[in-house]
């Protein structure tokens, strides 16, 4: 638009032929608006400020120009039949195109610019062009001003018999187990869950609680539940705890099993580890009048697995239930099996007599009691996500955060923002004060050797060694094998069966294995104790799985070391991944001994053959294996098509 008004009123070259249209009325129509046009610019001369710095004749087409924009803006209602001028002024726009054309750039820049900035005008539809503002992410106020809690360990700890409120038998069975001491995030969410359970007047807050691997989260809801729940009558499934993996979900278990002894609460696990009408029988058992009774009081399960118990396992209900604790929650959120929270949460809004609460068409006391029943929500993860979008599927009733931050990143920038700043979530990514966190510079092919350096030269013990993927997992478990014959190599992935990995894990937590090469499937919530270093083999591809990684060292309160191999390729993604964890200054370069390194070259050649051998052998291993199975199935097909021949 702002173009079109420069072409059409900016006048032509005072040097040129004229721009007059021919006959008396057009000239006087022009002649009006060029006499009002000086009388406007006479009023406003106080206004208008002088142009310099220009030539003679530029000046006298910018005033020209002028004087027709301002003529227009003062008399445009009072004109009259100017459809006759059109092609006059038509003609002019041409002529003055051409003009603009011949111009140079800088002078048309120039022109436009100090014409925009003479005062007492507007041009209309004239745009500037403004850098566009970065849009902050404004959270809700219950995750931009969080309960935070420090990470010190000598100092934020809390003497067991000191904390107020606790049942003397669950500090007995503390003492039993050699724990004397609460964490910090023990210390302050404990009281905080049993003074809410004593609230009778108001449904209670949910709680989210974000806090580093091995800071004691799973004693932090254990306890509580335990406790509000051990003076029950009725045996009901009360408590529900769901977690992403099966090997974590036993892990839970065996916890509330522990602190469940001595009372009348029974706990069951649902993951598959038994069969599924085990797990039934496990669950619900038939009463003398055929009804069905509950035979639990707290279960663990995976999202799966429960649905599946919803769906198919007759007498299970969970229209009791009081308690959802919702572990390594920021996973759990991005399980999308058979939609097991919004099935949850259908099977709870359930009456007595199994009709929905929401279609009871009668206004009785057992509605009322019905409509106030609350399932409170318990989050516990390293890594809470702050999707606004995940979060609200959870339907968070005036959720309550406690988060751990070190007072030395108080100010620490998390997420592109910095935590003094309103809005920001802090704590997301904080690690273990104890942990020490180190990049290693190296190429992709050296890798192997680097970790041969690490073992035996540096005398590395107890070191669980991460890679992105199973093919990658078992491949250097060969290969360090070779490579090294001293170093006892053990493999977890999830390509095992259940009954391989868990003797992995007991010889790797025994002091058998010196190395344990894994995938991913032990960086989340797996308590291995005693695990001093872990190498990032491969770079993750998220900060998340970067967390929860180095988190399986440095747990309650030990010392651990974490070092990423960082090869020139992923140099970049890693440095971008720990500007955004505000670990800059935290995470130290390790450099190795290049001479020790080429004088293993010779030994690497062999232990790469020694692979290659290897893996062709597993190859026709396997063809062997899935040959017959195949051969099985195509003569089946064969038959079938036999008998179906013949029945025609």
Same mark, same amino acid.
């Given at each position: +638009? ?67 924009i ?16 059109k ?23 120039k ?25 902050a992410r404004?959270?809700?106020d ?11 360990l ?12 606790? %049942? ?57 539940l ?7 009558v ?11 993996v ?12 522990e602190?469940?002894?001595g ?22 058992a ?11 009081d ?9 649905v599946?118990?919803?769906?198919n396992?007759p007498g ?23 939609n097991?929270l919004?099935?949850?949460e ?17 206004l ?7 409509g ?7 989050l516990?993860?390293a ?21 751990v ?36 510079r ?41 490579l090294?014959p001293?170093?006892?190599?053990g ?16 010889l ?5 294995t ?5 995938t ?9 104790p005693?695990?001093?270093y ?34 020139p390729?992923?140099? +970049?993604?890693?440095?971008?991944? +720990? ?5 800059e200054?935290?995470?130290?370069d390790?450099y190795?001994?290049e ?12 232990a ?39 029945? %025609?």
């Amino acid at each position: +638009m702002a173009l079109f008004i420069v072409n059409r009123y900016f006048g032509a070259d005072p040097s040129g032929p004229s721009l007059e249209p021919q006959g008396s009325k057009e000239n006087d129509i022009i002649h009006t608006l060029n006499l009002k046009a000086k009388r406007k610019k006479k009023e406003h001369a106080s206004g208008t400020g002088e142009l310099t710095n220009h030539a003679p004749q530029q000046q006298d087409m910018e005033n020209h120009a002028m004087e027709g924009i301002e003529g227009l803006s003062s008399s445009f209602n009072d004109a009259v039949s100017l459809e006759d001028s059109k092609g006059a002024v038509g003609s002019a726009e041409r002529k003055l195109q051409k003009n603009k054309v011949q111009k140079k750039p800088r002078e048309r820049k120039k022109l436009k610019k100090e014409t925009s900035e003479t005062e007492g005008f507007t041009i209309l539809g004239e745009a500037t062009a403004a850098k566009r503002l970065k849009v902050a992410r404004v959270l809700p106020d219950w995750l931009a001003h969080p309960t935070v809690i420090g990470e010190d360990l000598e100092a934020d700890q809390l003497i067991v018999e000191d904390l107020l409120g606790l %049942h003397p038998q669950l500090v007995k069975r503390l003492k039993s187990n050699n724990i004397h001491t609460f964490f910090p995030v023990q210390r302050v969410v404990i009281p905080a869950l049993l003074a809410s359970f004593q609230s009778w007047h108001y449904p209670p807050r949910d709680v989210c609680v974000s806090a580093p691997t091995g800071s004691g989260k799973t004693l932090a809801y254990v306890l509580p539940l335990v406790q509000v729940l051990k003076t029950r009558v009725v045996q009901r499934i009360q408590a529900l705890v769901v977690l992403p993996v099966q090997d974590l979900a036993i892990q839970v278990y065996k916890v509330f099993v522990e602190y469940t002894k001595g009372t009348r609460l029974r706990t069951v696990v649902l993951v598959g580890q038994h069969l599924f009408h085990q797990e039934q029988k496990s669950l619900v058992a038939t009463g003398p009048r055929g009804d069905y009774q509950s035979l639990a009081d707290i279960v663990v399960t995976t999202p799966g697995r429960l649905v599946d118990h919803i769906e198919n396992t007759p007498g299970f209900t969970l229209k009791h239930l009081r308690f959802l604790v919702i572990d390594e929650a920021d996973r759990i959120m991005n399980e999308t099996k058979g939609n097991w929270l919004e099935r949850l949460e259908k099977d709870f809004f359930v009456s007595q007599d199994g009709i929905p609460i929401e279609r009871r068409q009668m206004l009785t006391v057992a509605s009322l009691a019905a409509g106030r029943r609350h399932l409170r929500k318990l989050l516990f993860s390293a890594t809470l996500s702050q999707n606004p979008e995940k979060l609200e599927e959870l339907k968070l009733f005036q959720p309550q955060l406690f988060t751990v931050l070190s007072p030395k990143d108080t100010m620490t920038a998390i997420d592109g923002e910095s935590t003094g700043i309103e809005g920001s979530f802090v704590g997301k990514y904080t690690t273990p004060k104890e942990l020490k966190e180190y990049r290693l510079r190296c190429e992709e092919s050296v890798k192997p050797l680097v970790i041969k350096y690490l073992l035996l030269t540096l005398g590395w013990k107890s070191v669980l060694c991460f890679t992105n993927t199973r093919r990658a997992a078992h491949r250097l478990c060969l290969l360090l094998r070779s490579l090294a014959p001293d170093i006892r190599v053990g493999e977890f992935s999830s390509a095992l069966k259940k009954e391989e990995r868990k003797g992995i894990l007991k010889l790797f937590a025994n002091g058998d294995t010196d190395v344990l090469v894994s995938t991913d499937a032990m960086a989340r919530g797996m308590d291995i104790p005693d695990i001093q270093y872990v190498i990032s083999y491969d770079v993750p591809t998220f900060l998340k799985t970067y967390i929860h990684r180095v988190g399986r060292t440095a747990r309650a309160g030990r010392e651990g070391t974490a070092v990423s191999l960082v090869s020139p390729s992923d140099l +970049m993604a890693f440095q971008i991944m +720990m500007k955004t964890a505000g670990k800059e200054s935290s995470v130290e370069d390790m450099y190795v001994d290049e001479e020790e390194l080429q004088s293993s070259e010779e030994a690497y050649h062999e232990a790469l053959a020694q692979l290659k051998n290897a893996l062709q052998a597993e190859r026709v291993t396997e063809k062997k294996r899935v040959f017959p199975v195949k051969k099985k199935a195509r003569q089946q097909i064969g038959r079938d098509k036999r008998l179906k021949v013949k029945a %025609h």
